[in-house]
């Protein structure tokens, strides 16, 4: 007792003087130049800056992972050894730092039956109200579907049964012979194939198309059956069934196969809600219970916005507390900007962006003071009619007297900062330096300050010539996927065009899971999920770089290429090529140590020995890929590397790995290692996500040059630079969920920008939405 009041007043001694500001001193992270850090507590502090510059260090790898470290360390071992633990960062002192809250741009948990509802407990409130208030005297777990008693006995509780598009899995046009089943277990010289042969049953030369009805049935629909074959001598037995239904059957059991298959499985999957209970994923019992004459079914698939106003005449005196917790979290979803997505929603559908408004929703909720939060780019996703109540949120989680970090690209977001720290001046090596801080006014008036510039108009992202006129177009007829109604619309060929709209409207459903499907043959799609998690992968290994240079310094030195390899001969023997070594600490975090053998070099000493123009494979995998390009000679090699530098990775070294990428450095480097084709149907889902405004400029031009040089690209963008530069926009909308899914305008920017009825044109215009 006596020990826990004197901790209590040593908390009201530090509470009395508490510091005005977070101090980081002699910050060495990663790229950062031994700088001093002073950011204003209880104030929204925006970092900004050029890519690579240093902004994500500060904000995650100091701020957060020294304030989660050090809360950490002050409870209890047993209880801390549950929780994942973080390294001390590289610096010198840290001050007035209080225990932080990362919101960060990270798809929440994959499970399907991870919902909306489950992730904020307004399902579990839901529940509760249909126990007490619904027509059926039913316990809650008689409404979960997560338990034997509530769960829809056709789909389990998912709410939804797979289907097979045999659109995207069979070329009608192509023979067996010819590759006319797109899955790689059907590949020719496969066991599966090699089964089909032996059954004698379907021609491999005759183009599918021209199949009879039983031959097709069998070749996608036939039933399991037992075979035997005894052409090599001794009888084998084996079994065919139709390649959708074995598909089927592997969508509901994934076990034992790897993530980056099950995916490439997903690509010929077409989720349809079961049938038997609407996609509620309840049985029939827990259907049958009403409050107000609707079943819980109908309160969960309703967007959030609709069930807000539903469950407000809910009224009793038992359900008036549930209501109103409910009432007050689905608020803070429609403030967040995702009050069209429903309870029933699965988790694994949410975009990175969405997943992160979702955990602030739930913070919004806490009562907690003093708290610094660090955010990932909040706006991420969102059309700028949402921008505004996203910025509200942020003010009132900083007038909660919390400080609230975030690191932002959006103009409106830096400009209703209260401070602004600028990282560079340019990214990489080049960066790690405070280039200028103050209010978003000062900022302005800084010529050392690139944000400034752009923020007051100085410097601007204009793309210069006339609108292009489309070659040809694609279509896309009676789209009916999610909340698309009814849909058809031309995409045109040989421009640039931009799908638009409000959050939650319908972009992603029309252009990524419809359009890019139904021309998967045509279109080459760069989306931003991560190109790998190995910490062997690297920059050059992944662009084809690596082996170019490989060859290269074996050729100079006369000896195998393998020797440059880091998980082959070269490879340091006591890290096997990671250049450190993981210490188990036990109850803390494991610790990475830096190899001693090779001090973190990855190879052996052999392999150092050898050199090209003076540097080693460890120095010039060290190198920017701009530094890079000005050292090697070989055209090929060149080439590479300039792609490198037109999409805005120049600061990245050539040996930074794969795992360290953020979402946008992993779809830029995508759109490299696939930018030297010609003649192709490039489909981004928000290039500039992630951006500076200089670096959208510099992507900018490089879209419109993939047009220039006979390509055609279709973005998905927020971005209002990128949209005025477009030859064409396609904008959904009005609004998201329910009440989305159209057509709302379609045209050139001039024409957008003077249709009042879409919220994209009037944002081009700068009117108030």
Same mark, same amino acid.
């Given at each position: ?245 074995? /598909? @089927? =059957?592997?969508? &509901?059991? +994934? %076990?034992?196969?790897?993530? $980056? ?128 109540? /996203? @910025? =509200?949120?942020? &003010?009132? +989680? %900083?007038?909660?007297?919390? $400080? ?366």
């Amino acid at each position: 007792m006596l020990f826990l009041l004197s901790n209590v007043y040593k908390s009201n001694e530090i509470s009395s003087c508490v510091k005005n500001s977070i101090k980081v001193t002699g910050a060495r992270e990663h790229n950062l130049k031994n700088i001093d850090i002073d950011i204003p507590r209880n104030k929204l502090t925006c970092l900004v800056g050029v890519s690579g510059s240093g902004k994500s260090t500060i904000a995650f790898d100091i701020i957060f992972s020294e304030g989660q470290r050090q809360f950490l360390e002050s409870i209890s071992t047993y209880a801390s050894r549950l929780l994942q633990r973080t390294e001390r960062p590289d610096i010198d002192k840290i001050e007035g730092l209080s225990p932080t809250i990362m919101i960060e741009q990270k798809q929440l948990r994959e499970s399907q039956r991870s919902t909306v509802g489950t992730a904020t407990e307004l399902y579990t409130h839901l529940r509760l109200l249909f126990s007490r208030m619904g027509t059926e005297k039913l316990s809650a777990s008689h409404f979960s579907f997560n338990s034997p008693l509530g769960a829809c006995k056709k789909c389990k509780g998912i709410g939804t049964e797979i289907a097979i598009d045999t659109e995207a899995l069979v070329d009608f046009d192509k023979s067996l012979n010819d590759g006319a089943i797109k899955h790689s277990l059907y590949k020719q010289g496969g066991r599966y194939i090699n089964i089909l042969k032996t059954t004698g049953r379907v021609s491999f030369d005759k183009p599918l198309k021209d199949f009879k009805k039983e031959d097709l049935d069998f070749l996608l629909y036939a039933p399991q059956v037992k075979l035997k074959n005894a052409a090599q001598g001794f009888v084998q037995s084996y079994s065919w069934e139709g390649i959708v239904n074995q /598909l @089927i =059957k592997r969508s &509901k059991d +994934l %076990r034992g196969i790897s993530a $980056t298959k099950s995916k490439r499985d997903a690509w010929f999957w077409m989720a349809k809600q079961c049938p038997a209970c609407d996609g509620s994923r309840l049985n029939e019992h827990a259907l049958a219970s009403k409050v107000n004459g609707k079943n819980i079914g109908h309160y969960s698939n309703l967007p959030v916005i609709r069930l807000m106003d539903e469950i407000k005449n809910i009224k009793s005196q038992v359900a008036d507390p549930i209501v109103s917790r409910m009432s007050q979290l689905l608020g803070f979803m429609v403030d967040v900007g995702i009050g069209y997505v429903s309870l029933n929603r699965s988790i694994s559908t949410l975009s990175a962006g969405e997943s992160q408004r979702l955990k602030l929703a739930r913070e919004l909720g806490s009562d907690l003071i003093e708290i610094t939060y660090v955010l990932d780019e909040p706006t991420a996703g969102l059309h700028p009619r949402d921008t505004g109540n /996203l @910025i =509200k949120v942020l &003010k009132k +989680l %900083r007038d909660a007297q919390n $400080t609230v970090i975030v690191v932002e690209h959006d103009p409106n977001v830096i400009l209703n900062s209260n401070y602004i720290i600028e990282l560079g001046p340019k990214a990489g090596k080049h960066g790690g330096h405070i280039v200028a801080t103050g209010t978003p006014e000062e900022l302005m008036n800084n010529d050392a300050s690139l944000t400034g510039k752009y923020l007051s108009g100085k410097m601007k992202n204009d793309i210069d010539g006339p609108r292009r006129k489309p070659t040809g177009y694609l279509e896309i007829r009676n789209a009916n996927l999610h909340n698309l109604k009814n849909v058809f619309v031309k995409i045109p060929e040989g421009v640039f065009t931009t799908v638009t709209g409000v959050s939650g409207s319908g972009k992603s459903t029309l252009v990524n899971d419809i359009f890019v499907r139904t021309y998967s043959d045509k279109v080459v799609f760069v989306d931003q999920s991560q190109v790998g998690s190995s910490p062997r992968g690297n920059i050059a290994t992944y662009t084809g770089a690596f082996g170019i240079i490989r060859k290269i310094i074996a050729d100079e030195n006369k000896v195998k290429e393998s020797l440059f390899s880091s998980n082959s001969t070269g490879a340091c023997p006591d890290c096997n090529g990671l250049g450190y070594n993981k210490v188990d600490m036990h109850f803390m975090a494991p610790v990475k140590v830096v190899c001693e053998t090779c001090d973190g070099k990855k190879y052996t000493k052999e392999a150092l020995e050898y050199k090209y123009s003076g540097k080693n494979i460890d120095e010039i995998l060290d190198m920017t890929t701009e530094e890079a390009l000005k050292f090697f000679t070989q055209p090929e090699l060149q080439k590479r590397l300039q792609i490198l530098v037109d999409v805005g990775l120049d600061y990245l070294s050539l040996g930074q790995t794969l795992d360290t990428l953020s979402s946008g450095e992993n779809q830029r480097l995508k759109l490299a290692s696939k930018l030297h084709r010609k003649g192709e149907f490039y489909v981004l889902d928000e290039p500039t996500s992630g951006l500076h405004f200089a670096d959208v400029g510099r992507i900018l031009r490089l879209l419109h040059k993939l047009v220039d040089n006979g390509n055609s690209v279709l973005v998905i963008e927020h971005n209002l630079d990128v949209i005025r530069s477009a030859d064409w926009i396609i904008d959904l909308g009005p609004r998201g969920g329910d009440k989305g899914g159209e057509i709302v305008a379609e045209g050139t920017p001039e024409e957008i920008a003077n249709n009042r009825k879409s919220y994209t044109g009037l944002a081009l215009v700068g009117k108030r939405l």
